[in-house]
């Protein structure tokens, strides 16, 4: 059992180019979501989706988009890479929509915008 | 802001001693959780209270939960160097179906 997996582990961008952060799922989770974790602050949500076909802005949306064609992948894409985007990122999955359950984490993407 | 708040930021103690963190949030929730994160890892599901929880317990670690005070805290017993790491708290509001993740608080075990 794989849990989440997030592709790649280590990324360098140049400002303004763009990329797709992986995220797969192989627990039949409803609930799946983005993070990104910066020194001192926690982590942030940035998106999240309760299924297929649906997602919705956290707390750190700009600059990212989603979308949520199956229930096992949540992609996460950078538009246009700022060096304020620097960090590292999650990927979460959770049985349950309303939160009523555990999350599971992927072991995370560094990216490094310069 | 919505997020638990963890104290305190970080926590030195010698293997074979308690430790003793505290997360605080603002609103009312459905459930409370606490995680661990080893350094460059993902986090790891240790313990969820339910609001009409007041204590619970797994192997070494005791959460307990005031919602009167909107405070939880997380014991872990006779430490280990292996219980070296991040720990957070994530509060779920009844309303919303998402996480919010506190700055956690930074444990050091010394062998």
């Known amino acids: 059992n794989a849990g989440v997996t997030q592709t790649p582990k280590f990324q360098v961008l140049k400002t303004g180019q763009s990329m797709t952060l992986q995220c797969a799922q192989d627990m039949n989770h409803e609930y799946m979501s983005w993070y990104r974790q910066d020194p001192g602050m926690g982590l942030r949500l940035i998106h999240y989706?309760?299924?297929?076909?649906?997602?919705d802005q956290g707390e750190v949306p700009n600059g990212y988009n989603v979308s949520r064609s199956t229930t096992e992948d949540f992609p996460l894409r950078l538009l246009s890479a700022a060096p304020s985007q620097t960090s590292v990122y999650f990927c979460?999955?959770?049985?349950?929509?309303?939160?009523?359950?555990?999350?599971?984490f992927g072991q995370g993407t560094r990216l490094t915008v310069v | 802001s919505q997020q638990g708040e963890e104290d305190p930021q970080a926590l030195s103690i010698q293997e074979g001693e308690n430790a003793t963190m505290n997360c605080s949030y603002k609103t009312s929730i459905n459930n409370l959780q606490w995680y661990r994160q080893n350094s460059g890892r993902g986090l790891v599901h240790l313990i969820l209270?339910?609001?009409?929880?007041r204590e619970k317990h797994s192997g070494r670690l005791r959460v307990t939960l005031d919602t009167s005070k909107k405070s939880s805290s997380l014991l872990i017993t006779a430490s280990r160097a292996a219980d070296t790491a991040s720990y957070f708290c994530?509060?779920?509001?009844?309303?919303?179906?998402?996480?919010?993740f506190g700055s956690g608080t930074k444990l050091n075990v010394k062998p």
């Open positions: 989706s309760v299924g297929a076909g649906i997602t």
């Open positions: 979460a999955s959770s049985y349950s929509r309303t939160g009523g359950t555990e999350a599971f």
């Open positions: 209270i339910r609001s009409n929880e």
């Open positions: 994530a509060t779920v509001p009844y309303n919303f179906n998402k996480f919010y």
